[in-house]
Each structure stands twice: as C-alpha cells, then as structure tokens.
C-alpha cells in the first residue's frame, strides 16, 4: 500500500515531526499549506486509480478515504507516548476504516 511505503520511507523522525507540527499547529498559513498538499496527494492518488480502471466515483472516494486514514494516523503519531512507529499506525487507521465498511 501507498501510504504504508510513505510511512515506513519517507517521514522523519518523531521527535522532529512532532517539532514540525506544533509549529505548523501555531501557524495558520502553514495550516492551509498542509491541508493544499494532502489536497494534492488526494489528486495524485484519484489520478492514478482512474488510470488503473477505477471510475471517477470510486476513485475520488477511495483517495479521499486514504487520505483521511492517513491525517489519523500521523496525528495519533506525533501526539502518541507509545513510540510506536508511523507506520504502524498508518494498518491501525486503515484496519478501522476497513472495520466500518460492510461485508459483502
């Protein structure tokens, strides 16, 4: 999965983006700028779900989806005790968004 990849390969370290984000907390434009880039991640990701076969719909809400399990859980890591690592984090929100979507 995308998102595990990210987690495990691209963020720092905790400490560092636990810095980073009370300082992006204090500082609405930095705000705003977060919430452009997530916005563009969403993008990205329903780009190349449509270029995989995915209709529109499905694509947009699946990107969507990924990105909202994401925001949890950076947001559970950088204010978390527990040191565990991002992206264990990251199976726990998608395992919860999985959990809320019927069976077939």
Not at 29 to 57: C, H, I, M, N, Y
Not at 71 to 92: C, I, Y
């Amino acid at each position: 999965m995308a998102f595990e990849a990210a987690a495990a390969d691209y963020f720092p370290p905790v400490e560092y983006s636990r810095q980073r984000q009370r300082v992006i907390d204090a500082n609405p434009p930095l705000q705003e700028r977060e919430l452009a880039k997530l916005d563009r991640v969403a993008a990205a990701l329903t780009d190349t779900l449509r270029s995989r076969g995915v209709d529109d719909l499905a694509a947009a809400l699946a990107a969507e989806a990924g990105v909202a399990a994401f925001k949890v859980a950076f947001t559970r890591w950088v204010s978390g005790t527990d040191n565990q690592p991002l992206v264990d984090h990251v199976r726990e929100a998608f395992a919860g968004l999985r959990a809320m979507l019927p069976t077939a």
